[in-house]
């Protein structure tokens, strides 16, 4: 089967080809500006292929389009949503609908790494953090501005606090640093807060999976974490399996 897989965030598309093992090809991202693709959109999917795998937690417009774009080349398009249950995975939320289909994939990406505990931290938009118990139990999770949002955010109050720039330092001696130093701070504690409480409650320290595009910030200073930059799409590879399988 000619499967193709496709993760539409709030910034990127990210897609790649998947076989009937459930293996990842090469990933391409496309960027997007929350309204509109990148002139980039056609030449970035594949001519023809027999069928799309799509979650998405981007505006109605963007995904239409992407929709559109996929009908033209396929001939069935699975579109991705967060289930109370996956195999052994059982979510916290009450109503699992409010739970965003990336946090839901990327849990499912986490298990199929194995069934060892995982905090799974995502950056993109926002900070992310879910912790998945040893045995498959979703023990709930937080959301947070990323350092991105969170230096826009600042600048667009204050414009002449830069949105971008300056170098990580514990205590910094320039405003630009200090920005930097702050905002990835602040994400690094929420991180560290996050392991420490699911450490205590469940007497392991969890795995840490990163994944997103603004991981790249967190990464060195997290000397434990694991690079996970395609998890939504390994889960969205479980999920489309899944749905393969006979009733």
């Known amino acids: 089967m000619n499967r193709w897989l496709f993760d539409l965030g709030n910034t990127r598309l990210k897609c790649a080809p998947v076989d009937a093992a459930g293996r990842i090809g090469t990933v391409r ?3 997007h500006d929350g309204v509109r693709f990148d ?10 292929f027999t069928d799309a795998c799509v979650a998405s937690v981007a505006s109605e417009s963007l995904r239409a389009e992407l929709l559109d774009a996929l009908a033209q080349r ?3 398009i699975s579109l991705a949503c967060t289930q109370r249950r996956f195999g052994d995975v059982a979510i916290a939320y009450a109503q699992p609908a409010r739970l965003g289909v990336d946090r839901f994939l990327a849990l499912l990406g986490a298990r199929a790494r194995g069934a060892e505990a995982a ?3 995502g950056v993109g938009t926002a900070l992310t953090i879910d912790w998945l118990d040893a045995d498959g139990r979703h023990r709930g999770g937080r959301i947070a501005p990323s350092p991105m949002l ?8 204050a414009a002449h606090l830069p949105v971008d720039g300056g170098d990580y330092a514990e205590f910094a001696d320039d405003t630009d640093d200090a920005l930097d130093s702050g905002c990835t701070g602040a994400a690094l504690a ?3 807060r996050s392991l420490q409480v699911a450490q205590a409650q469940s007497g392991a320290l969890p795995r840490l999976l990163l994944h997103g595009g603004g991981s790249d910030a967190l990464r060195p200073r997290l000397p434990h974490a694991i690079d996970a930059p395609a ?3 390994e889960g969205l590879a479980q999920w489309a399996k899944a749905a393969d399988a006979p009733a």
Do not use: D, I, W
Request: net charge positive; charged share 20%.
């Open 150 to 157: 969170m230096r826009e955010a600042l600048h667009a109050r």
């Open 74 to 76: 396929c001939g069935r």
């Open 190 to 192: 929420l991180v560290e």
């Open 231 to 233: 998890l939504v799409l």
């Open 39 to 48: 002139e980039g959109l056609a030449a970035a999917l594949p001519a023809r």
């Open 119 to 121: 905090l799974v931290v």
């Open 29 to 31: 991202a496309l960027a």
